[in-house]
């Protein structure tokens, strides 16, 4: 079954995955899905001609010629704006008259209601919440679909997405929670922080970084590729009256895991303000 008409297509353009946006999620995900082998048509619609040039160069994308060629193009729209454009880039959707069918957002924080309201009632709404780290087939995106989603929509959402990594289905009331969580920006502020620290206490810069980047990143890749629990793991290095365990002691007891849940309460605020934009 065609999921939406073909007219008004030029002689020789067929269906595409369609971003409106062209900024770094949209860079990201491109360039994850030429990673993957993924040879199909990504179109996409920006008026910025810098971000278009470097998209063109690094994901061999298609510039849109409009918004309203773009979105007849559509076999799936990825909303891939700012949450505080995600109203109007809706709205100059809805003026041209173009006719979306499955619509994926990726404004964090938009709600599903929203969307809804804002283009009608033709689209189908999912939203999802791919990591940056998706550019190199290692992220991990989140999704959740609206009731009038169909299972061969959903289906294709989430394989569309498999190709850059793993995929979650979520409530939609998790996913402020998560888009605090599972940006990569906590690992590359805890790695130049305790850089920082190491640097302070007589390594150079490069070699702190070596150490910091051992302990966040292959520490954390046993601890996935092993099966072990994490209590065990932080009992068995933190061993009484070494020096690990000296050091997390004076962590915890400094208010690290304050200050972490601290910042998750910042996210999800944050979050949640765009939704009531």
Known sequence: MVEGPRTNLREGESKAIVFLGGGRITSALAAGLRLAGDAREIVVYDRNPEKMRALRREARVQMARDLKSAVQRAEMLIVAVRPASVKAM???????????????????????????????????????????????????????????????????????????????????????????????????????????????????????????????????????????????????????????????SAMDMAGYARVVERGIRAGVKRARLNGKR
């Open 90 to 248: 809706l709205g100059e959707v809805l003026a041209c008259g173009a006719a979306p069918r499955l619509c994926v957002s990726l404004a964090a924080g938009v709600p599903l209601r929203n969307l809804r309201a804002w283009l009608g009632s033709g689209a189908r709404w999912a939203r999802a919440m791919p990591s940056p780290v998706c550019r190199i087939g290692r992220g991990l995106t989140p999704v959740c679909f609206d009731d009038s989603v169909r299972k061969r929509e959903r289906d294709r959402v989430r394989r569309f997405f498999g190709r850059v990594g793993v995929v979650i289905d979520l409530r939609e009331s998790q996913f402020d929670a998560i888009t605090a969580a599972h940006s990569p920006t906590h690992g590359y502020h805890a790695l130049a922080t305790l850089a920082k620290a190491v640097q302070h206490a007589g390594l150079d810069r490069k070699t702190a970084l070596l150490a910091a980047a051992h302990a966040l990143c292959d520490g954390i890749g046993y601890w996935r590729e092993s099966g072990e629990s994490l209590d065990d793991l932080l009992r068995e290095a933190a061993t009484p009256g070494g020096i690990a365990a000296a050091t997390m």
